[in-house]
Structure formats: C-alpha cells, structure tokens
C-alpha cells in the first residue's frame, strides 16, 4: 500500500463552521505533514509531525489546529476561517524526519471553500 | 531563506518534442526531488536525486543532480498529451528539514 489518502475531496464551509480534514497513511511513514496551496502556486509548508509529534509549525494562524492521533493519521481541524483559506490542501508523509533526505509522498488533496 | 528558481515558468510545445526544465538555489542542496502536478490532484513523485552529479531516468524522464549541488534539471523525451502538467522541483539544504519547492513549469502540449 503506497498511498496517503485524504477526505474530503471537497469541502464548502461557512466562516462560522467548524470542520475536519482527515489524511490516513499505512506506509509506515513517520513524519507527516500539512501542505497548503493556491491556484498556480507551489505547496506551502503548514505543519510537520514526527512520531506523532508537532516538529514545525510554520506560523500558521490558530484557526488550523493540526492533529495526529496515531502514526497513520493526519488532521487538520478548521474553525472561523476566512474566505482567503479557501486552498488545496495537501497532506504528505515521508519515512522520517531528517535533514537532507525527506521524500514526500503526498495524497489527491482536499479543495476547500470558504464562504 | 532558501529559495528555488524554476526555469522556464511555462512551455508550449508540440507532441513528440524533447522538453529541457531547470531548477536552481543559491545555496547548496543533498536532496532534488522533481514533481508533477495535474490539475486538482496532488504532486506525484517523477524521479529523487541524493548525488552530485548524479543521473537518473525514469521512462522517457531523465534528471541530474548539477555537480555544484545547486542545480538540477529534468528532460522529457518525445512528448505526449498527457506529460501536461505542472513540473515542481523541491529539495532539502544541508542543515535543513524542510523540503521546499520551486515556483513550477507548466508545461502544454500541442498534439
């Protein structure tokens, strides 16, 4: 099995909502991590778990909440967020963390609107 | 912070042309890494460099590690409708943990 799997493929949101990303991995990967990316951009790097551990937030406002329950998965919880949130979001993991040698492997996305 | 530049931004070409992209830092990276991106899915793995100097293919993809560790570029031979997308390198410097990525190729292709 060498896939990241994320739900919802799609999520239309009020800004007063509160809602989940879910990203599920059985790669045995330990490190992964949350992406954001806009139209005709590269990912953004979010936030980075290692051993179910946050190692990086990359200064991301307090209406993401990341949250990584076991070693093969992945959330991000949204609340009160901002029509400009509205973005693909892309989780990825990769075997560990180190310095040098991170190869992502990354799941389909969730596009996400915020209205 | 580290940066990378991606050359050229985009590409028009015909079916069965050779495609040439680059990708450059202004410091010294261990790791390339080159993506593609359809649209509204997520970047899927084409080739990982760990070398200077290194050389790899991957099919009709072929990609090197630039000897000075602040280069590399990605060839695609004989182009097909479906190479469409957008090409993202990434890589890792030599103290760093993060992988970040260049700005992207969007590369067309006429049939």
């Known amino acids: 099995d060498t896939e990241v799997t994320q739900t919802p493929k799609h999520l239309v949101m009020g800004m007063t909502n509160k809602k989940s990303l879910k990203c599920e991995q059985h790669m045995g990967h330990r490190a992964m991590y949350w992406y954001k990316q806009k139209a005709k951009k590269p990912p953004e790097l979010m936030f980075v778990y290692s051993y179910e551990k946050l190692s990086i937030n990359e200064s991301v406002p307090s209406r993401f909440s990341p949250e990584c329950p076991n070693s093969s998965l992945l959330n991000l919880h949204l609340h009160a967020l901002q029509p400009e949130d509205s973005a693909l979001y892309l989780c990825?993991?990769?075997?560990?963390?180190?310095?040098?040698?991170?190869?992502?492997?990354f799941g389909a996305g969730s596009r996400l609107t915020v209205l | 912070g580290q940066q990378l530049n991606q050359s050229p931004q985009s590409m028009f070409i015909q079916e069965g042309e050779d495609v040439s992209m680059n990708c450059t830092s202004s410091?010294?990276?261990?790791?390339w890494l080159w993506y593609k991106q359809d649209p509204g899915e997520g970047p899927v793995l084409l080739i990982a460099l760990y070398k200077a100097g290194e050389l790899t293919s991957n099919g009709r993809l072929t990609a090197q590690f630039g000897i000075t560790r602040k280069d590399s570029f990605l060839n695609i031979s004989a182009s097909i409708p479906s190479d469409v997308g957008i090409y993202f390198c990434a890589g890792q410097g030599t103290s760093y943990d993060k992988v970040i990525f260049g700005p992207g190729t969007s590369l067309s292709v006429i049939p």
């Open positions: 990825a993991s990769s075997q560990v963390l180190r310095v040098g040698a991170n190869v992502l492997t």
């Open positions: 410091s010294i990276f261990n790791t």
